[in-house]
């Protein structure tokens, strides 16, 4: 039987639960306060322009963390598999997470800020609208996959 690292696997799944839940914070929590201050501030507003400077700068420092949770997986996972641990299950939930996480992180973000640097205007394009939704439903993406991929690896950790 092969001897396994526990803190290896346990700081494994301590940051994907980290990753999930920063996902999960920023998109259920920290966006919709931003872009509604209207609720909660009286007098001073922040129309969508600024709140949408605002949070890109929270996902631009985000993507820091991204861009090392896809390094720490594509690690991991190349580990497990060279171990002989081979699962179709995580393969297939670490690639989209690796994926969904350097889109998000190397194309989604830049694009984003540079045209928000153009301006108002830029921002209120139909090409800005489709990068934007685009990089919400590949934030979503990466929320289902870090959740699968890590169910999946304490379902193995159990197994073995």
């Known amino acids: 039987m092969i001897k396994r690292n526990i803190f290896l696997d346990f700081s494994y799944l301590l940051v994907i639960a980290a990753s999930l839940g ?37 996902f631009r420092r985000f993507s820091y963390w ?8 594509f690690i991991y996972e190349a ?10 299950i995580a393969l297939i939930s670490s690639f989209l997470t690796i994926a969904t996480s350097l889109m998000f ?36 993406i990466l929320a289902v996959s870090l959740l699968v991929l890590f169910i999946r690896r304490l379902m193995l950790l159990r197994i073995s």
Do not use: C, W
Request: hydrophobic share 50%; charged share 15%; no cysteine.
């Open 22 to 58: 920063g996902v999960l914070a920023l998109g259920a929590l920290v966006a919709p306060v931003v872009f509604h201050t209207d609720t909660m501030l009286v007098g001073a507003l922040l129309d969508n322009y600024n709140a949408g400077i605002i949070m890109g700068e929270i």
């Open 66 to 73: 991204i861009y090392f949770l896809a390094a720490y997986v």
């Open 79 to 88: 580990l497990m598999y060279k171990q002989g641990q081979r699962d179709n």
């Open 105 to 140: 992180s190397a194309v989604y973000s830049p694009k984003i800020l540079a045209m928000q640097a153009l301006g108002t205007e830029a921002t209120q394009s139909d090409t800005f609208q489709n990068i934007h939704i685009a990089s919400e439903i590949d934030f979503k």
